[in-house]
């Protein structure tokens, strides 16, 4: 994998980094220690194509109460969320997993994009304990050891015989 190159129109060349890009940005940028600093413990992290998304005060008090590190709001799956990343157990330990289409293979898009069998999928409301974060990531060399997702996109969005 390595950057796009698109001589015709180089404005076309950009690459998004991602989703989980947040967390070594919030290191890296030193945004994390600032808000560790200022006595920020939890952040809620919403997905800029989520405009319904609300900071829930009985959630937030949830996951403080927690422990954890980390908590995803979910939601029940209609026909309509059929292809959004969904939850899904992992065979190798059992553990949850979010499971996006671009990880699917093709014979297995049925199955995939069925709701009875996935029930919940991934809001991208997110929620962080932000100490926890910088933990872990000080732990691990500055990132998070989350799966990379080849998503198949051509350069030109309007043109499928662009690279």
Known sequence: MAPASFPEDPELEW??????DIYP???GSGMLQQ?????IKYLFVS???NLGATLDLQLLHYFAGSG????MEVCERTAADKKGGHLARRKSDGKFMLRES?????????SFEDVSRHKYFNTN????????????????GGALALPLIKNK???????????
């Not at 409301?125 to 691990?140: C, E, F, Q, R």
């Open 15 to 20: 690459c998004p980094p991602g989703h989980g």
């Open 25 to 27: 940005s919030l290191l």
């Open 35 to 39: 808000l560790i600093d200022d006595g």
């Open 47 to 49: 997905n800029s194509d």
């Open 68 to 71: 954890k590190a980390f908590m």
């Open 102 to 110: 671009a990880m699917c293979p093709d014979a297995d898009k049925g």
């Open 125 to 140: 409301n997110l929620w962080v304990n932000l100490p926890m974060l910088k933990a872990t990531l000080d732990g691990s």
């Open 153 to 163: 996109k051509t350069v030109n969005p309007r043109d499928s015989s662009t690279p």
